[in-house]
């Protein structure tokens, strides 16, 4: 059975209110509570307590729901999925890795170095 997942103004593919794109039809489970919600802030709105970050430690539990075909993906999955669902092959928002933050433990970005930069000098 598919989960059911929480959100504004829901399409049948977990699209909502904020990411309403033909590719955003991921929904994430919410560390926190357990529940799917189509994105961070559809969780902040109707949530009564705040989010929680996935540990790094758990990123072999199912907690990424493809909005095409209901298949559950862990994180580690989703991760390595280069943007398509592993099992339905449905293309899914590349965008979505610059909010990875707001759900899992993820090392913070290195910033990138400008192409102009000039190397370092040599010891």
Not at 38 to 48: K, S, V
Not at 51 to 80: D, H, K, M, N
Not at 86 to 109: D, I, Q
Request: proline share 13%.
């Amino acid at each position: 059975m598919r989960p059911s997942v929480h959100g504004l103004d829901l399409d049948p593919q977990s699209r909502c209110a904020h990411w309403h794109g033909p590719l955003d039809i991921v929904a994430m489970k919410m560390r926190c509570c357990g529940a799917y919600y189509a994105c961070r802030e559809c969780h902040d709105a109707l949530a009564d307590h705040p989010a929680q970050l996935w540990p790094e430690a758990e990123w072999e539990r199912p907690a990424i729901l493809c909005g095409a075909c209901g298949s559950e993906l862990t994180v580690r999955e989703y991760f390595a999925c280069a943007s398509r669902c592993p099992r339905c092959a449905a293309p899914f928002n590349p965008g979505c890795e610059a909010h990875r933050h707001l759900y899992f433990a993820v090392p913070a970005a290195v910033p990138a170095v400008p192409a102009d930069t000039p190397p370092p000098p040599a010891l």
